[in-house]
């Protein structure tokens, strides 16, 4: 089986091949990436700079590949694909192009914004951060004003922790606000200091039960 896995550059991306290489699976590994000195691609068997997929003309090149070297399946190992890389999914599976293992456009999405999220995670009963967004930055004083501080700033459609911030009063919260695209506010989770960040990963199956 031929698996390609993006991203390589990354920790993601280099964990997703470590995984496939000591497991149990007769596999061989494609690495790709957008960057031609990701560390992942000297690591594989067989590596591939492609440009990126939401380039003028990257996803043709990208399925163009995936087709001439027979690729089953195709894993993205780097949130910037993730959107391109859905919105082909049904496609390149009915061409023949190969399997990408990722959600359905419109969950990839939704996960793609940190407001959309939360509310889909209270949907089904997933207790989630005190949040904000779409407001001013009179909004943001009086809602933080109210909730206490010290707040989380973060862009809506952020990722990597890139222009995320702590702010400790409403200077700083009117300083960063003012300087963080697409901003929401959240309340700051710290359990007394004990615990720096938290994650949330969900795995499920072929079937979509969750493991």
């Known amino acids: 089986m031929k698996v390609a896995v993006t991203g390589v550059g990354g920790g993601v991306g280099q964990s997703i091949m470590k995984a496939l290489t000591i497991s149990s699976l007769d596999i061989e590994i494609i690495a ?6 990701s560390a992942g691609l000297f690591r594989a068997a067989e590596a591939v700079v492609l440009p990126k997929p939401e380039a003028a003309g990257g996803l043709e090149e ?11 399946a195709l894993i993205p190992g780097s949130d910037h694909e993730l959107l391109a890389l859905a919105s082909v999914r049904e496609e390149w599976n009915s061409l023949g192009v190969c399997q990408v293992l990722v959600s359905d456009l419109d969950l990839v999405n939704s996960c793609r914004d940190k407001a959309l999220t939360g509310q889909l995670l209270e949907c089904r009963g997933i207790p989630t951060p005190k949040s904000c967004w779409d407001v001013s930055l009179d909004g943001a004083v009086s809602w933080a004003s109210s909730n206490g501080y010290p707040v989380m700033i973060k862009p809506r459609d952020g990722f990597g922790s890139r222009n995320v911030h702590v702010a400790e009063d409403e200077e700083e919260l009117s300083f960063y606000f003012r300087r963080t695209p697409n901003p929401m506010l959240q309340e700051y989770l710290s359990l007394d200091g004990e615990v720096d960040e938290f994650t949330c990963s969900v795995f499920v199956d072929s079937e979509g039960n969750p493991i």
């Open 32 to 37: 790709v990436d957008v960057q031609p000195l």
């Open 62 to 72: 990208w399925a163009h590949f995936m087709k001439d070297r027979q690729v089953d």
